[in-house]
């Protein structure tokens, strides 16, 4: 476990050693099949997970093997691992090609002249491209065993984690007993459901009680953090952590992206992403991916029947594979973020992928944090919680010179009238856990903020609403630039988008929110980056002198 003794030390070391180990992806793939009947089919070398028969059933998703010599149409080139090599200064690119039913497609050749393979990157200037020179093709090898751990979500937008089940006992039916398969679950907590064991004991082990019901926030970035760790525990040199989620991360405190990657840049274990539904916010977990060397997919909920075959396209891809280094321009030295597309050609047909190299790390802010929710109505801690607050208790005590404001919510229509007085109960109550435990009073600010800032407006599903209230964490911290300046309102999104160009073009930093006034949804236009409440105040009353009209510090 990490030992948060001074919290700026941390995140500042996490950023220098991730952007020396530099890491390239593949990254923003979206896997969405219609191939409900197919099955994949295996052959009889059971201790390899080898799959030696063809299907033919429609299907983008690893499905079976075909060899190249058949003539056969790729379909699909999917980049599933990239390496950093350290003495190459290079990076090493692992990929599958797929034609239209699924099946890898194995046997081709660096000599075979109708095949060419083209990389082409941009960054803000004009792509470059280059011809890739030489490609081998990797196979199962004796020995070469895995310890793959699959974490579920199970927060309350998670609608159903025993179907996840059914289909990890499904997958886990065709693997190597040789590999060991860890399943975990998370929400604002993690925990070890099955621990590392062999395919049979961990399908009995599914089998044996039901899935944890779906509750809570969802800790992602903590969870991958917690889950890296327990796969080092393990004996098999090679790990893969895949993650099945149906939200972004909203709950990890002080969990990054960025050290997600510094821990898998260290362990040289790649993070997978199976991002579930409509409620995530996917950009955050292509970060993940891009910054550890995985696979991020995306499939809608009525494509939940896939998810088997796309745990079983990512295993058979750590072990057969075609695999070229991935050499990068000096032109792009400078370059945060490496665009790059990389072609497949044959006679037959062109296929690509897209690929993110990330150069420099970017720090990741989300959308925002809670540390509870509420029934409706209420105002009790929920025992779930308190294990997340005693953490953060801890991290505040560590950090005593960082202060936190918490803001409470409640949800549209909860307690007309008495909407902001049910949030700073709210509120209030998670403070006074805090500072029972320890917390110095004036570390904590507080703010409730009614119904005015639902995260769902329309909120026409139970968890939608239990989102909605909340009590959220700001970090207070000048390092971030947390405090903003409320510029002007609006009533369409047409006129808020427009006036966060105009800001933006006179220099300002600028973002627009959804905000309930009076029943009207309106759109605030605000003003961030100022380290403290008092350079806000002072920037806020220079521009109420300058257009003569009142702006505010949020």
């Not at 033919?56 to 090599?85: C, E, L, Y």
Request: with cysteine; charged share 25%; hydrophobic share 35%.
């Amino acid at each position: 476990m990490k030992k948060y003794r001074s919290l700026f030390l941390i995140k500042a070391a996490s950023l220098i050693l991730f952007a020396l180990s530099f890491v390239l992806v593949s990254y923003g793939s979206s896997d969405n099949s219609s191939d409900k009947d197919s099955k994949i089919l295996r052959g009889p070398n059971y201790s390899q997970a080898s799959y030696t028969k063809p299907s033919d059933i429609p299907a983008s998703n690893f499905s079976g093997i075909i060899d190249a010599s058949n003539a056969v149409k790729p379909a699909h080139f999917k980049i599933m691992r990239t390496i950093f090599a350290d003495k190459r200064q290079s990076y090493i690119v692992q990929a599958v090609l797929l034609d239209k039913f699924g099946n890898y497609i194995k046997g081709y050749r660096t000599n075979d002249p109708s095949i060419e393979i083209i990389s082409s990157h941009s960054c803000d200037s004009p792509p470059l491209t280059s011809k890739i020179q030489a490609f081998n093709e990797v196979s199962a090898r004796a020995g070469e065993n895995y310890d793959i751990e699959i974490a579920i979500d199970i927060s309350a937008s998670s609608d159903n984690p025993t179907s996840f089940a059914h289909y990890i006992k499904d997958y886990l039916s065709r693997q190597s007993p040789d590999d060991k398969f860890m399943i975990s679950a998370f929400n604002q907590n993690f925990s070890v459901i099955v621990p590392l064991t062999d395919p049979n004991e961990a399908t009995w082990a599914l089998s044996q009680g039901d899935m944890p019901q779906p509750e809570g926030l969802s800790a992602l970035n903590k969870a991958a953090y917690l889950g890296l760790e327990e796969l080092t525990r393990g004996k098999n040199k090679k790990k893969v952590l895949i993650i099945i989620t149906n939200s972004s991360d909203n709950a990890s405190i002080i969990y990054s992206a960025n050290d997600i990657a510094l821990l898998s840049a260290k362990t040289g274990i790649p993070v997978y992403i199976i991002g579930i539904g409509n409620a995530l916010e996917s950009y955050s977990l292509k970060y993940i991916t891009a910054a550890t060397g995985g696979r991020f997919y995306h499939i809608f909920k009525e494509g939940i029947y896939n998810l088997h075959k796309i745990l079983d396209e990512i295993t058979y891809a750590q072990k057969n594979h075609y695999e070229f280094d991935f050499p990068i321009q000096k032109e792009f030295a400078d370059c945060s973020t490496l665009k790059s597309t990389v072609e497949f050609n044959t006679d037959f047909a062109t296929v690509s992928d897209r690929i993110h190299l990330i150069l420099k790390p970017t720090v990741q802010s989300l959308r925002y944090q809670s540390l509870a929710n509420f029934k409706v109505r209420d105002t009790v801690i929920a025992e779930t919680y308190k294990s997340q607050l005693r953490f953060f208790a801890e991290v505040l005590k560590d950090n005593p010179s960082i202060p936190v404001e918490l803001i409470g919510h409640c949800s549209i229509k909860e307690f007309p009238k008495q909407e902001n007085a049910l949030s700073i109960q709210r509120v209030m109550g998670v403070k006074r856990f805090l500072t029972q435990l320890g917390v110095p009073e004036d570390q904590v600010k507080i703010k409730g903020e009614g119904a005015g800032r639902p995260l769902y407006f329309l909120q026409t599903k139970k968890w939608q609403g239990f989102y909605n209230r909340r009590v959220e964490v700001r970090w207070l911290d000048p390092d971030i630039l947390p405090f903003e300046i409320i510029a002007e309102l609006g009533y369409t999104e047409e006129f808020a988008f427009d006036a966060v160009e105009k800001w933006k073009k006179m220099g300002y930093k600028a973002y627009y929110d959804r905000y309930l006034l009076e029943k009207d949804q309106v759109y605030r236009i605000k003003l961030w980056g100022y380290a403290s409440e008092d350079d806000a105040e002072e920037a806020a009353k220079f521009l109420s002198r300058k257009y003569k009209r009142n702006f505010y510090v949020d």
